[in-house]
């Protein structure tokens, strides 16, 4: 069965087919963050026009890339939720459409489902049951997940997701957007012990994060400065070498408290393996610092690889091929539902009755 994937839920465009015969045939994506640095975050109603004119001349791309017409398609997945409401609607009616055209089986895929399976496409993948750290600009969040589809929350965020601290930071340090890339890389030349961050929540029992009070640690400390160097309040006018420690000091943060919350995940569910995904997951220093906490438990730690990590149509495809497998497809067809939820709770998810692709997820 040859799957379309179609992710649409923010500010990329992502298409793939999914084979699950042979794996992965193909994936095209489109990012929009040149479109979106004028105005320093996602525009939404920007972003859902975008992914209009992006769709087709995608699938065009991704036909002829995989050499494939359109009739080689045997059933679409798309991204319901959650994420922007008007970006959704576009991938689904897109899908739901084209699904109608062709009397094919169409399903909506959880984008954190299709994070989460995303290490699934490499070629050593992860077997239930094992944490997941799910850390992104909107979600850091850790599940218990006992067999694919099986998923128990562990921890969220009660402010700030990781990576959306990591944007603020950056662009009270004027690194523009999207700023948590730029951030990481200015960290590596950073002096370290310059400054030093606290580690939120690691003091007190729990799975939960919270970051915005790191933020504001590393606020005060640039005012600080800003002050001494006589500037003002003007952070973003400090010289590079301590936006460069700060940058440093923010990061390991960030990394020690998501290593120590793993670390705690894995010694109170007796799991011997970590999954991380999301966009955040690209991050060098975090992936150093939960490699070393994985071997000193003993355990197995899987990323995606980075290309996989920010949104993409691939990880929709996986995810929407396994569920295909476990649902009727006749109930799948010719329907003019178009169905996004904006808000969709993991934990909610029907468990699968078969969770294993038939051949290796991998190109």
């Known amino acids: 069965m040859r799957v379309l994937g179609i992710e649409t839920s923010c500010d990329e465009t992502g298409l793939a087919i999914y084979c699950t015969e042979r794996g992965l045939l193909g994936h095209a994506l489109h990012s929009q963050i040149s479109m979106h640095q004028a105005y320093g975050g996602v525009v939404p109603e920007l972003a859902s026009r975008d992914h209009l004119l992006r769709l087709i001349p995608l699938f065009e791309k991704l036909l002829a890339d995989c050499q494939l017409n359109r009739n080689a398609i045997d059933a679409v997945a798309y991204t319901a939720g959650p994420g922007l409401i008007g970006a959704l609607l576009t991938g689904a009616a897109f899908a739901r459409a084209f699904a109608f055209a062709l009397d094919l089986p169409a399903i909506g895929v959880h984008h ?9 496409l490499e070629p050593d993948p992860p077997k239930p049951p094992f944490v997941a750290l799910l850390v992104s600009g909107g979600h850091s969040m850790l599940i218990d997940v006992k067999a694919i589809g099986s998923y128990q929350l562990l921890g969220d965020t009660l402010d700030d997701a990781a990576g959306e601290a990591f944007d603020k930071t950056a662009q009270l340090l004027g690194l523009g957007y999207p700023g948590g890339p730029a951030l990481s890389a200015l960290a590596q030349t950073g002096e370290s012990g310059r400054f030093k961050f606290s580690r939120p929540m690691t003091d007190r029992p729990g799975l939960d994060f919270s970051f915005s009070g790191l933020k504001t640690q590393v606020l005060l400390a640039a005012k600080r400065c800003a002050k001494e160097k006589g500037l003002g309040e003007n952070t973003a006018g400090l010289d590079i ?105 993991i934990a909610s998810l029907p468990a699968l009755v078969s969770s294993t692709p038939e051949r290796p997820a991998y190109l």
């Not at 995904?277 to 000193?296: C, D, E, F, I, P």
């Not at 980075?306 to 990880?315: E, Q, S, V, Y």
Request: glycine share 6%; hydrophobic share 45%.
């Open 241 to 345: 070498a301590l936006k460069a420690a700060l940058a440093r000091a923010f990061e390991e943060a960030i990394s020690d408290t998501l290593a120590i919350k793993c670390e705690r995940a894995l010694l109170e569910t007796s799991h011997q393996r970590l999954v991380v995904a999301g966009g955040v997951s690209a991050n060098t220093r975090l992936r150093a610092r939960l490699t070393a906490m994985t071997q000193k438990l003993g355990a197995a730690i899987h990323f995606p690889r980075p290309l996989f990590c920010t949104d993409n149509g691939a990880m929709i495809a996986l995810a929407g091929a396994l569920r295909l497998q476990n649902a009727p497809l006749d109930s799948l067809r010719s329907s003019y539902k178009i169905d996004a939820t904006p808000r969709w709770d």
């Open 112 to 120: 954190l489902e299709g994070h989460l399976l995303a290490p699934l």
